[in-house]
């Protein structure tokens, strides 16, 4: 699982920093999330194929989360893409994107289809047989969602000395993977542990912002093996975070603390802070493993 | 006349290429002649000022020349503007820019004014005692405007040795930089010229980007102190040209010479081409000043 930073501050802009996006991989998957201005070239900068990205998650309709997403669409189609595009976001999104690509005369040579949501309830938004994308329903100035990407169990990992030397068929280890008992050569009952494994455990990533401190949505993100969560402000900032909806460093820590996630990223920092390392400082007094988001960089969670 | 080149690449990204975007400074105003994505970051870069910028002005809208403009109006808000800020591009631009706002729960706390436009015959946009705006009606694959900014000629200059040589009240210098004669201390009338000399040449710049050669536009810019006319393509490419509605460094040049301007500033190069350079050789085949915009670049015209 490998997460990485195209843009993690928030939306005053600076000379070099960039609106939040990041690429998130898992199961051979490149997710979009979000998509603030400038993402294309960000996507270019850190050497990302744009032909990977098949499904764009869009948090919210703050420019700084989305600004990007139609040059994104038009390069696309300057690029002939053919294959879908899937983009899931909140109720709005469609027009904004359809009436631009109208106006400019130019509409897509591939499919691109848009989810709209408007549910305040989480919702499964994507599965396969690897992994599955649900909301987090985010309390934010406007209709906001976080996505939980969440990978499933996978297959029991077969010891493939021992299933020779319990002489079982090559014809049986799909079975043996997935979790049966077999019948050894000789016809006797071989139990499962004894040839496999257990799979690696299941990854998962919650990607919460815009959000004020919400313990809401602690019992959704429980357990997972990162958290990215907003922190704008610093605590000397602390009184701008609830008005503006957003949250601090050791808000976010808090949530990490309470969900029992693995590892913390902080990000959607306020662009008044020159320097991001008090973020750390200030989470860390709350929630020990804390990584700072940056742009440019790439997250190996293992 | 300065010309700040904040982007002058087509539209597929590169990693340090920008979309169209540039300020042009004349008498004392700051006008932004579109605005491709990634023009506020751009501005940032070049240390132009946000609150120096009261007029905007969109060619047309395909996204690498307006895309950048939502942010940038979203941005001005978040810095808490107060004076009125001019958009004038074709029909349909208000819409794009008020849906966006509207959908993220976020109007102006300044004055916005939409002039949209639809002629296809030159259009007075902009007009003071110093200069004047007007559209330069171009042919490209969607309703397309160049612009043509104007100095009016201005006061004659006082020769302060001579004026009091002839013994001319101060009072009466207003009337003698407006091209009066009048009367010295003594009664005697002293004819203008003899006390004032000539102002400085008015300067003009024409923006016509995007655009296909077309000599219908000559006698609008005819002998303009700046040409700025895109060249997306070699002549290599140039049967790339004329469907795409582009136009090639020579026939950018060939306008120039028609047009009998001084000096041709050529961009919008294609980013298939990695060096610019060949743009300017064969330009110059056909007309002598050439100057090659770049992103970041500050042109001053004399």
């Known amino acids: 699982m490998k997460i990485n930073i195209l843009g993690c501050y928030a939306a005053t802009p600076r000379s070099f920093t960039n609106p939040t996006s990041q690429v998130l991989e898992m199961q051979n998957h490149h997710f979009l999330i979000d998509c603030g201005e400038g993402t294309q070239v960000q996507l270019r900068r850190n050497k990302i194929k744009f032909s990977r990205i098949k499904h764009i998650f869009i948090s919210h309709l703050h420019g700084d989360h989305f600004y990007g997403l139609v040059g994104l669409v038009s390069t696309f189609r300057l690029l002939n893409r053919e294959t879908e595009l899937h983009i899931y976001g909140p109720?709005?999104?469609?027009?904004?994107?359809?009436?631009?690509?109208?106006?400019?005369?130019?509409?897509?040579?591939?499919?691109?289809?848009?989810?709209?949501?408007?549910?305040?309830?989480?919702?499964?938004?994507?599965?396969?047989?690897?992994?599955?994308?649900?909301?987090?329903?985010?309390?934010?100035?406007?209709?906001?969602?976080g996505f939980l990407f969440r990978e499933k169990k996978g297959d029991r990992k077969l010891l493939i000395d021992k299933a020779?030397?319990?002489?079982?068929?090559?014809?049986?280890?799909?079975?043996?993977?997935?979790?049966?008992?077999?019948r050894a050569e000789d016809g006797k009952l071989i139990a499962n542990h004894l040839v496999t494994a257990d799979p690696p455990p299941p990854k998962s990533y919650a990607f919460c912002s815009d959000t004020v401190y919400d313990v809401e949505i602690v019992p959704l993100i429980r357990n997972v093996t990162a958290l990215y969560h907003e922190s704008t402000f610093l605590e000397e900032q602390m009184e701008l975070a609830f008005p503006t909806k957003h949250s601090t460093a050791k808000q976010a820590a808090s949530i990490a603390k309470l969900a029992e996630?693995?590892?913390?990223?902080?990000?959607?920092?306020?662009?008044?802070?020159?320097?991001?390392?008090?973020?750390?400082?200030?989470?860390?007094?709350?929630?020990?493993?804390?990584?700072?988001a940056d742009d440019g960089k790439e997250i190996i969670v293992e």
Chains 1, 2 share one sequence.
Not at 108 to 130: G, R, W
Not at 172 to 179: E, I, Q, T, V, W
């Open 164 to 182: 020779e030397e319990y002489n079982i068929h090559y014809s049986l280890f799909n079975s043996l993977k997935a979790g049966k008992d077999v």
């Open 91 to 145: 109720k709005g999104i469609k027009e904004i994107i359809t009436l631009q690509l109208k106006l400019a005369n130019s509409w897509t040579n591939f499919p691109l289809i848009f989810h709209e949501l408007t549910s305040k309830d989480p919702q499964l938004l994507y599965e396969n047989d690897k992994l599955s994308v649900t909301t987090i329903p985010l309390k934010h100035r406007v209709y906001t969602n």
């Open 261 to 292: 996630v693995q590892t913390l990223i902080l990000g959607h920092y306020s662009t008044r802070y020159a320097n991001i390392d008090q973020f750390r400082i200030e989470a860390e007094e709350i929630f020990p493993k804390v990584i700072l």
